[in-house]
């Protein structure tokens, strides 16, 4: 066990740290650590904007999305997902109005070619009626047998989520790192002091 001298010793070089420097600097270092997160986040906004932008002017929304994916997986306090309550997932709406004209587009082209393969189909089975009359239930037949809809869209199409790491080694991660290494260093000067303080009288 440590002698009262002994005590009195450590208790005089532990008061030379004095506790307000280091409740001083972690109240700075809480600080520059919260602006470096808010920092982060609004980098992502920023890049959120762009994929946004992007999509509304039919631009390079693959590029924005990628932008995007990168920095929000490479820094912490920029989560893009549905439970985060924050921010909902990606929706590219003009992405989603483009896809469905064109599966729309698409699936009426193929309505028009069967009702075409339909005409050509029924003509050679009734090929003896001028009058046209029993042909148009065979075409009815046939377009109702080779219904086609419009496709359905993906949802993976024009919705997207991306994760934020717990801890990045960005200078936000690192401003973390050094809050709690201020804060560890601050409650064991603070502890350490009272004890010693109590005990070396």
Same mark, same amino acid.
């Given at each position: 066990?440590?002698?009262?001298k002994?005590l009195?010793?450590?208790?005089?070089?532990?008061?030379?740290?004095?506790?307000?420097?280091?409740?001083?600097?972690?109240a700075?270092s809480?600080?520059?650590?919260?602006?470096?997160?808010?920092?982060?986040?609004?980098?992502?906004v920023r890049?959120? /904007?762009?994929?946004?932008?992007?999509?509304?002017?039919?631009?390079? $929304?693959?590029?924005?999305?990628?932008?995007?994916q990168?920095?929000? +997986?490479?820094?912490?306090n920029?989560?893009?997902?549905?439970?985060n309550?924050?921010?909902?997932?990606?929706?590219?709406?003009?992405?989603?109005?483009?896809?469905?004209?064109?599966? @729309?587009?698409?699936?009426?082209a193929?309505?028009?070619?069967?009702?075409?393969?339909? @005409?050509?189909?029924? @003509?050679?089975?009734? /090929?003896?009626?001028? /009058?046209?009359?029993n042909?148009v239930p065979?075409?009815?037949?046939?377009?109702?047998n080779?219904? $086609?809809?419009?496709?359905? $869209?993906?949802?993976?199409?024009?919705?997207?989520s991306?994760? /934020?790491?717990?801890?990045?080694p960005d200078?936000?991660?690192?401003m973390?790192?050094?809050?709690?290494?201020?804060?560890?260093l601050?409650? $064991?000067?603070?502890v350490?002091?009272?004890?010693?303080?109590? +005990?070396?009288?």
């Amino acid at each position: 066990m440590f002698e009262q001298k002994d005590l009195y010793h450590l208790w005089m070089r532990v008061r030379i740290v004095k506790a307000w420097y280091l409740v001083a600097a972690l109240a700075l270092s809480l600080v520059i650590c919260i602006t470096m997160l808010r920092q982060n986040n609004l980098q992502m906004v920023r890049f959120r /904007s762009e994929v946004y932008t992007a999509d509304q002017q039919n631009g390079d $929304v693959n590029g924005a999305l990628k932008k995007l994916q990168n920095y929000v +997986t490479g820094h912490m306090n920029t989560s893009l997902t549905a439970s985060n309550g924050v921010y909902p997932p990606i929706q590219l709406k003009y992405t989603y109005s483009r896809l469905l004209a064109a599966a @729309q587009a698409t699936a009426d082209a193929q309505k028009a070619h069967i009702y075409t393969d339909a @005409q050509s189909y029924c @003509q050679t089975q009734n /090929s003896t009626d001028f /009058s046209g009359k029993n042909r148009v239930p065979c075409i009815e037949d046939y377009v109702t047998n080779h219904k $086609v809809s419009a496709a359905s $869209v993906p949802s993976a199409m024009y919705e997207f989520s991306f994760i /934020s790491p717990t801890w990045s080694p960005d200078f936000a991660g690192w401003m973390v790192i050094i809050t709690m290494l201020i804060a560890f260093l601050t409650l $064991v000067r603070i502890v350490l002091g009272l004890w010693l303080r109590r +005990t070396a009288r």
